[in-house]
Antibody
Framework: QVQLQESGPGLVRPSETLSLTCTVSGGSISSYYWSWLRQPAGKGLEWIGRIYINENTNYNPSLKSRVTMSVDTSKNQFSLKLNSVTAADTAMYYC???????????????WGLGTLVTVSS | DIQMTQSPSSLSASVGDRVTITCRASQTISTYLNWYLQKPGKAPELLIYAASSLQSGVPSRFSGSGSGTDFTLTISSLQPEDFATFYCQQSYTTPRTFGQGTKVEIK
């Protein structure tokens, strides 16, 4: 059973960089796209972007200038960096696997539990 | 970006009711439409992928239909554990986008 676990600071100062890591267990990080999403309290889901093991990335244009994703296949981990954060970046952050087209129609079939990141001084 | 619009935004229903939620895309997305359920304080869970395929382990009371721009999620007999928020999402192109959510509450 594939499991994902987000980790990183729960509090980030305004103008600094938010850094999160997602550790994948129970399966290989190879052969899938790996995604980051976020959800402000009481609001809907926002897709931040995704990364493949060859470092191919797709970012949401609304965040593209501030986002960097990377992958470490030796540790079965992928990471998110969001720079120049403001209070508007306060949210629950989720990592998720985008399933293959044949298996899951490119849907997000496995999710982490989420980690709350608050931007505040 | 492709805009996804769900209706209704919320509904009240009773256990045993048949419930239908609709999702409309701002442009054609073939059948690249997925449905998720999110319970309070939990991560979303995949229910339906590719418009009508039931994810493994999901009860058969959930079903999906549609193609192009108009899609439907149906719960044939609402159960207590189904009171939650449902989201549609398109996986036709990036950026992936979600509907605003439909909150199903107990009548």
């Amino acid at each position: 059973q594939v499991q994902l676990q987000e980790s990183g600071p729960g509090l980030v100062r305004p103008s600094e960089t938010l850094s999160l890591t997602c550790t994948v267990s129970g399966g290989s990080i190879s052969s899938y796209y790996w995604s980051w999403l976020r959800q402000p309290a009481g609001k809907g889901l926002e897709w931040i972007g995704r990364i493949y093991i060859n470092e191919n990335t797709n970012y949401n244009p609304s965040l593209k200038s501030r986002v960097t994703m990377s992958v470490d296949t030796s540790k079965n981990q992928f990471s998110l960096k969001l720079n120049s954060v403001t209070a508007a970046d306060t949210a629950m952050y989720y990592c998720a696997r985008e399933g293959g087209e044949a298996v899951a129609g490119r849907a997000l079939d496995y999710w982490g539990l989420g980690t709350l990141v608050t931007v505040s001084s | 970006d492709i805009q996804m619009t769900q209706s209704p935004s919320s509904l009240s229903a009773s256990v045993g009711d048949r419930v239908t939620i609709t999702c409309r895309a701002s442009q054609t997305i073939s059948t690249y439409l997925n449905w998720y359920l999110q319970k309070p304080g939990k991560a979303p869970e995949l229910l339906i992928y590719a418009a009508s395929s039931l994810q493994s382990g999901v009860p058969s009371r959930f079903s999906g239909s549609g193609s192009g721009t108009d899609f439907t999620l149906t719960i044939s007999s609402l159960q207590p554990e189904d009171f939650a928020t449902f989201y549609c999402q398109q996986s036709y192109t990036t950026p992936r986008t979600f509907g605003q959510g439909t909150k199903v509450e107990i009548k």
